[in-house]
């Protein structure tokens, strides 16, 4: 008889069990890898969602439990099979990632609290992260003070938490070389295969949340979010990668401020990467916003609160964002300067339908109103734009891109 794995809300259920249940439900095998218990396996074909949960490994989702050890566990798991779905049952308080991360695995560059492992071998696994439901996108981008409007004074604690997320409270060291790898709550691991080092084929993150922890005395992170740079493929869709609180408080006067740090809400794939899917996907409060390279599709794009939105290092392949929505960034479009992150620098050939922005002039955070649309000293872009604001500054200020077509919506 065939089985797959009980998740979604039969997953939620195993979460809320007690501990003494708990033990009966997960094992260690020979290898020191924890396995599945037969007891959780049903028949195909009785209503089973094919996958794994977290809870199944032991995360608790309470806010207070350190998850960590817990999705470690079922990361490794799906790798060694060669890949599989990684499912997280929404909670209220989200999943708790404490343990510091790690400088590399087995030898080889990491940089996260979580990794996707890297071993001979497993450079073609497929590995899916995915939350109950698709994330709700946009916190506040403005810091509101004591004379509110649009629903009250900015604060730090009043995020929503309508989204399935992870959360980190370890605030990485400060890592001011550009070219170094960033430390991230997620990251792949360094492994072999062609220029992009890539150690596993493709990772898919869907309806997840990913938070990293705002300093509230510097006021700004010292985590990146996600580093996928070693994974051949991603595809992400309805998910969010931001700061674990709003971008300040109006009532203790505290606002984002740049950021000496090298760090990313989401980094896709090396050099001679293949597909680069991203739909429906948002990012706030980071240095840099997205780091992107060849072969990416993105057909709507949220950036918010970052120094530098969208960042190309290169795109030999054609690249193709249809929307961006870039609200209170100071560049909203670059190209790198230097090898950051260890890319190297390229030709960049992006079709770039439509952004819609605004400016954030009068506004708070300061370091958020917009100096430059594109910003390309080095002439590296090639291809077309187009920009519309609704209200406010009528402009787009361009540094260089002598090679990208740059207009105004309507004509």
Not at 153 to 158: A, C, H, I, L, P
Request: charged share 20%; glycine share 10%.
């Amino acid at each position: 008889m065939k089985y797959v794995l009980i998740a979604g809300f039969a997953a939620l259920m195993i979460c809320l069990t007690s501990q003494a249940a708990d033990k009966t439900l997960i094992k260690t095998d020979q290898q020191g890898e924890r396995a599945m218990d037969q007891q959780m396996l049903v028949p195909a074909g009785q209503g089973a969602v094919p996958g794994v949960s977290v809870c199944q490994f032991g995360a608790k989702g309470d806010g207070v439990t350190d998850d960590t050890d817990a999705i470690q566990a079922a990361i490794n798991h799906v790798s060694g099979k060669g890949g599989g779905r990684i499912l997280f049952p929404y909670t209220r308080t989200g999943y708790r990632i404490a343990r510091p991360a790690v400088e590399a695995v087995d030898g080889r560059p990491c940089r996260g609290q979580l990794y996707i492992p890297f071993k001979p071998g497993w450079d073609k696994a497929n590995i899916a992260f995915e939350g109950e439901m698709p994330c709700s996108l946009l916190y506040t981008y403005q810091v509101r003070d004591a004379t509110p409007t649009y629903g009250g004074v900015t604060e730090f604690t009043n995020m929503p938490c309508a989204n399935t997320f992870l959360f980190s409270d370890w605030k990485a060291p400060e890592e001011r070389d550009p070219t170094a790898r960033p430390w991230a709550l997620l990251a792949t691991v360094e492994g072999d295969l062609y220029a992009g080092k890539f150690g596993c084929q493709q990772v898919s993150i869907r309806n997840m949340e990913f938070r990293v922890p705002l300093d509230t005395e510097k006021m700004y992170p010292t985590t990146s979010a996600v580093n996928l740079q070693n994974a051949g493929r991603v595809n992400i869709q309805d998910s969010q990668f931001c700061l674990d609180k709003n971008i300040g408080d109006g009532k203790l006067g505290k606002e984002l401020q740049a950021n000496p740090c090298h760090v990313v809400g989401l980094m896709t794939s090396g050099d001679q990467n293949d597909d680069q899917i991203l739909r429906n996907v948002a990012v706030q409060g980071f240095r840099y916003g997205f780091v992107l390279g060849e072969h990416v599709h993105a057909d709507y794009l949220y950036v918010h609160n970052c120094e530098e939105g969208i960042v190309f290092h290169d795109s030999s392949h054609l690249s193709v964002i249809d929307f961006i929505v870039a609200q209170h960034n100071t560049r909203i479009i670059t190209t790198t300067r230097n090898k950051l992150f260890g890319h190297h620098k390229g030709v960049c050939n992006v079709s770039f339908g439509y952004v819609n922005l605004e400016a954030g002039d009068g506004t708070k955070p300061a370091v958020s109103v917009l100096q430059h649309g594109v910003y390309d000293p080095e002439n590296r872009l090639r291809g077309t734009l187009r920009w519309h604001t609704p209200w406010g500054r009528k402009e787009f200020p361009v540094e260089g891109a002598k090679n990208l077509k740059v207009s105004q919506y309507p004509d």
